[in-house]
């Protein structure tokens, strides 16, 4: 398909659907699965192939010594060491994913407390007690913007479940969620990882500038 690359940044998962509909559930961004490394943060990487699928899902995610995974920042993961301003790159959107085989075992050993039945029933409880205190805030023909305010009632239920504090509809979790939002935005930007220059008018400045006051952000919560 020509312009694969372009037509992927442009609107990556509706184009991607349309390459499994036609080519089925392993598809590659170029013939020969070759030279369009968009993806990873390695230099020598010699393309970007996707699978769809349960089974091949299952394969990539459980097979760590043969798969390698990466934070999700892609290119601009390689960026992390490059100065104080990139460090936040080291943990932003990489959760399990940029582990070795040893830590990924590692960490999901201490994960796996949190999600005992017992824990996990709590969760439950946290998030209809805060989903019920949403709702009764809101009145019979009154206009408001529903995805912001799931994105805050998300964003609570994570607080309160994973961090222990439940923020509510303050200041500071609308703040985080329009930082988080912010920082998506440019990073969605082709523009961001074709240039990342760290320069006042670059959009990789701004990715950074909204990094740090996320990381900052969250970190104070």
Same mark, same amino acid.
């Given at each position: 398909?020509?312009?694969?690359?372009?037509?992927?940044?442009?609107?990556?998962?509706?184009?991607?659907?349309?390459?499994?509909?036609?080519?089925?559930?392993?598809?590659?961004?170029?013939?020969?699965?070759?030279?369009?490394?968009?993806?990873?943060?390695?230099? !020598?990487?010699?393309?970007? &192939?996707?699978?769809?699928?349960?089974? =091949?899902?299952?394969?990539? +995610? /459980? #097979?760590?010594?043969?798969?390698?995974?990466?934070?999700?920042?892609?290119?601009?993961?390689?960026?992390?060491?490059?100065?104080?301003?990139?460090?936040?790159?080291?943990?932003?959107?990489?959760g399990l994913?940029?582990?070795?085989?040893?830590?990924?075992?590692?960490?999901?050993?201490?994960?796996?407390?949190?999600?005992?039945?017992?824990?996990?029933?709590?969760?439950?409880?946290?998030?209809?007690?805060?989903?019920?205190?949403?709702?009764?805030?809101?009145?019979? !023909?009154?206009?408001?913007? &529903?995805?912001n305010a799931?994105?805050? =009632?998300?964003?609570?239920? +994570? /607080? #309160?479940?994973?961090?222990?504090?439940?923020t509510e509809?303050?200041?500071?979790?609308?703040?985080?969620?329009?930082?988080?939002?912010?920082?998506?935005?440019?990073?969605?930007?082709?523009?961001?990882?074709?240039?990342?220059?760290?320069?006042?008018?670059?959009?990789?400045?701004?990715?950074?500038?909204?990094?740090?006051?996320?990381?900052?952000?969250?970190?104070?919560?």
């Amino acid at each position: 398909v020509k312009g694969n690359v372009m037509q992927f940044i442009s609107d990556p998962i509706a184009h991607v659907d349309k390459l499994f509909k036609h080519y089925g559930p392993i598809v590659s961004l170029v013939k020969g699965g070759k030279g369009a490394n968009i993806l990873s943060p390695e230099s !020598d990487c010699p393309g970007s &192939v996707f699978i769809m699928g349960p089974d =091949l899902s299952y394969n990539y +995610a /459980t #097979q760590h010594e043969t798969y390698r995974k990466y934070a999700l920042t892609g290119r601009l993961y390689r960026k992390r060491n490059d100065s104080e301003r990139t460090k936040p790159l080291q943990h932003f959107l990489t959760g399990l994913f940029d582990t070795s085989p040893d830590e990924h075992r590692k960490q999901r050993h201490m994960l796996m407390p949190a999600f005992s039945r017992k824990r996990v029933e709590a969760y439950h409880d946290t998030m209809v007690a805060i989903t019920q205190e949403l709702f009764a805030e809101w009145q019979p !023909d009154q206009q408001m913007n &529903v995805s912001n305010a799931l994105r805050i =009632l998300t964003a609570r239920i +994570a /607080t #309160q479940t994973l961090l222990g504090q439940d923020t509510e509809f303050n200041t500071t979790i609308t703040h985080v969620t329009a930082t988080l939002q912010r920082i998506n935005k440019v990073l969605s930007n082709p523009l961001t990882s074709m240039a990342p220059l760290d320069i006042p008018g670059f959009p990789y400045h701004r990715f950074l500038n909204g990094l740090l006051e996320f990381d900052a952000e969250m970190r104070t919560i």
